[in-house]
Structure formats: C-alpha cells, structure tokens
C-alpha cells in the first residue's frame, strides 16, 4: 500500500579501515594500509575481511539497503560486492569522494533486484561561516522500491570523532546541523520515509542529537531504554552505542534497531568479563577480525 513502510531491512555498519592492499598515493593511511607499509595489509588479509564482510550480510538476510563508514575507495565496494559470497545478490554501491584527511568516506549499498537509485550526492559539511571542513561528507541516496515504488530517503554519516578534544564537539555539531538542513526540506516537500544512520561518535543522549527533536526519532535512544546496556563498541569493559539510525515518524511506527552480533565478529576479552568486537588490528598485530564495530540493522 502507497505511503506503508515496507522495507525490510537496513543495516549500518562501521567497517574500520577499510583500504585496499594498494599504496596509490593518496596519503599516509593509504601507505600504512598497503603491502609494504607499516601494517603489511596484503592482498591475503585484505581478502579474508571482504569474505568476512559478505559472510556477515548473508548472517543479517542479505538486507536491501547497507550503509558503510570507513571505507577507502570504489574499488574497496566493487570487491565487496563481487565477493563469492554476494557476487549472486545483485548489490551495487553509491561512493563519493570525501575530502577527509585519512581518505575514508562513507558509502551504500543496495540490492539492485529490489531497490532502483533515483538520485544520490555528497553533502558537504559546513561551519557557521559557511566554511567547508575536512571530513567525510554525508551520502544522500534516493531509492525506489521495484515492487511497490515507495521512495526512501537515506543519509549516510560518519561525524567527527572526538580523539581532536573539544573542537570535535563544535565538528560535530556543524556535521548534525548539516544533516538536519537537508533532513528539514524532505519534511517540508512532505517526505514520508527518511532514515539517517550512521556512525554519530555520540551516544544516544547526547546534546548533538537534540536538533533532531521533534524531527527525526532516536532509535538507539528507543532500544537503550528498552534493553539497557546495548552497544555498538565496547570501551573498558562498557558496551556504548554510537551507531545509530534516525527515522521519520511513519519509519518509527513500522520498523525497530538491533545490534548485530554474530558469533565470528566476537572474541572473548582479555581484560574484562565477556566478549568484544574482534579487531582487524590491535595496534601493530594482525588479529583477523572486520571492525572494532558491531552491524547495527532495522527491522520492519
């Protein structure tokens, strides 16, 4: 029926430096992710995260609509999903440049057999001034689903982090009143289906989020008061969840968040009582692992 969320699955998912085994000359993160740089990344490690990616998405139902953070390039998308797992699956990706330091950009995929991209941009963030910063962009993509013609409208984010102290506090609120400003004319054209995921370096009942008041509902915030201890990462023992989905009223109604946890992207920790995400790296050792990151996905 016209105007009903029917989409079954979405997911978001930090993927954790996520480069391709190439130096290609684009800057240091590129040189240390490479085979011959500082962590060896080669081809054979590089193949082993993507199969443990596609192993991961056949584990959540092979969702129609992915969005990633962290990634280094199309390339990166192309091998994903082309991988032998989801090679038969029909994903395509929706990539961008981005204009960050460490050349990692926020990304999508879809599965083409369900889901038709109507329009897609990067939306740069801004400061007050008007001033372009030096981070990943946010995705915009428009999709429409082949069996019912719904639209959705997605955004992608990765907002700043706070390792730059308070500074990042004022980036990322540059970066949420961005999102808000695009988010702010889908509402008043009277767009029904808008989810924005992303990983927000907040948690759920942080100030950054409070633009969205009124707006956009606080999944994470919805499934921390629901099922409290929930998180995304694990820091010292305490699960935080800073991977989140904010959704229109009519997506609220039809659709809830999870953390993913797949047994393979577990490990036990060492230092405090039960499991955490297993790493790609712990410092300069190669652990096996995808992400520091668990998947986070909504269900209608």
């Not at 993160?29 to 991961?56: C, N």
Request: hydrophobic share 35%; net charge neutral; with cysteine.
């Amino acid at each position: 029926m016209k105007g009903w969320v029917i989409l079954m699955c979405a997911v978001f998912w930090n993927l954790e430096n996520c480069f391709d085994y190439k130096d290609n000359g684009t800057g240091p993160s590129d040189k240390e992710f490479s085979s011959f740089g500082e962590r060896r990344w080669t081809r054979e490690k590089f193949d082993k995260k993507v199969a443990l990616i596609g192993k991961t998405l056949l584990w959540c139902g092979l969702p129609e609509v992915v969005g990633l953070c962290e990634v280094e390039n199309a390339g990166v998308l192309k091998r994903i999903c082309n991988s032998d797992l989801l090679r038969k699956c029909s994903y395509r990706y929706v990539h961008y440049d981005s204009a960050d330091p460490r050349g990692i950009d926020v990304a999508l995929i879809y599965r083409e057999s369900e889901m038709e991209v109507l329009e897609s941009y990067p939306i740069h963030i801004r400061n007050d001034r008007g001033e372009k910063l030096a981070t990943r962009d946010i995705l915009y993509v428009c999709l429409q689903e082949r069996a019912s013609g719904e639209l959705w409208h997605f955004f992608v984010n990765h907002h700043p982090s706070k390792y730059s102290g308070s500074s990042s506090v004022v980036r990322r609120k540059a970066a949420m009143a961005t999102l808000m400003c695009s988010v702010d004319s889908l509402l008043r054209s009277g767009c029904r289906n808008i989810v924005a995921m992303g990983d927000f370096n907040d948690t759920p009942y942080a100030e950054s989020f409070s633009p969205c008041e009124g707006k956009l509902a606080n999944m994470g915030k919805k499934l921390c008061e629901e099922d409290k201890g929930k998180g995304s990462i694990r820091y010292r023992g305490q699960w935080q969840l800073i991977d989140n989905f904010l959704v229109s009223p009519q997506v609220e109604e039809k659709m809830q968040m999870e953390v993913l946890m797949p047994p393979f992207l577990l490990v036990n920790d060492k230092e405090f009582p039960g499991v955490k995400p297993l790493r790609t790296y712990s410092g300069p050792r190669w652990l096996g692992g995808v992400s520091d990151h668990l998947p986070v996905r909504l269900n209608y």
